[in-house]
């Protein structure tokens, strides 16, 4: 008798201190935890209008930084802290695929600078997490959440707008790109796109 006073006690313990968490809730952990393909997935659009909204042309842009290229990247760039990301829409050919990327040549732009589109398979650097400004290394648990957020923004534009690109057979090809870069070295720009069209 003593012992099934005491299963009952127990098991009555037990039900007071449970909650019951319904798949899908707001108390559902898996709901909480960061996921970089959640984030990628909800990002990149926002990022990809952002982007294509304030884009220069790179005429106008490689005249800007020549002339004075901090207040160039003040005028049209976001800062980060190694350099500003500005936003860029050009048209070109493109060369041969090369190791991630593409050269592309631009009618009007001087022949010293060297424009390069990243086509992948492989996305470099976090240009397109740093490129509107509004994603900051406070909204993150950790260094490593901010790191896996630019990652999965760019395997979000790899999917969104490399994957139908034949690389191999983009060389000759004349196409439309909105993008990004980073402004360390004015005459070379590797160029994250949002928005690749092959004419």
């Given amino acids: 008798m003593i012992g099934a006073a005491l299963v009952v006690v127990v098991v009555g313990a037990i039900a007071?201190?449970?909650?019951?968490?319904?798949?899908?809730?707001?108390?559902?952990?898996?709901?909480?935890?960061f996921?970089?393909?959640?984030?990628?997935?909800?990002?990149?659009?926002?990022i990809q209008a952002a982007v294509t909204d304030k884009a220069v042309a790179a005429g106008e842009l490689a005249s800007a930084i020549a002339a004075d290229k901090k207040a160039a990247?003040?005028?049209?760039?976001?800062?980060?802290?190694?350099?500003?990301?500005?936003?860029?829409s050009f048209t070109g050919v493109f060369g041969e695929h090369k190791s991630n990327y593409n050269e592309v040549k631009i009618d009007g732009l001087p022949p010293e600078i060297v424009v390069r589109v990243q086509t992948g398979p492989a996305i470099n650097g976090t240009d397109l997490r740093d490129a509107t400004g509004t994603i900051e290394f406070g909204q993150f648990t950790n260094q490593i959440q901010f790191q896996d957020a630019g990652s999965a923004i760019n395997n979000e534009m790899k999917k969104s707008v490399l994957a139908s690109l034949d690389t191999a057979a983009l060389s000759g090809k004349t196409a439309s790109v909105v993008g990004v870069f980073k402004l360390i070295n004015p005459k070379n720009w590797l160029v994250t796109p949002v928005k690749v069209d092959v004419k």
């Fill in 73 to 88: 990247g003040e005028k049209f760039g976001v800062a980060t802290s190694t350099g500003p990301v500005m936003p860029v």
């Fill in 35 to 46: 996921s970089p393909e959640s984030y990628g997935a909800d990002q990149f659009p926002k």
């Fill in 16 to 33: 007071l201190d449970t909650t019951v968490v319904r798949i899908g809730s707001e108390n559902d952990v898996r709901q909480q935890a």
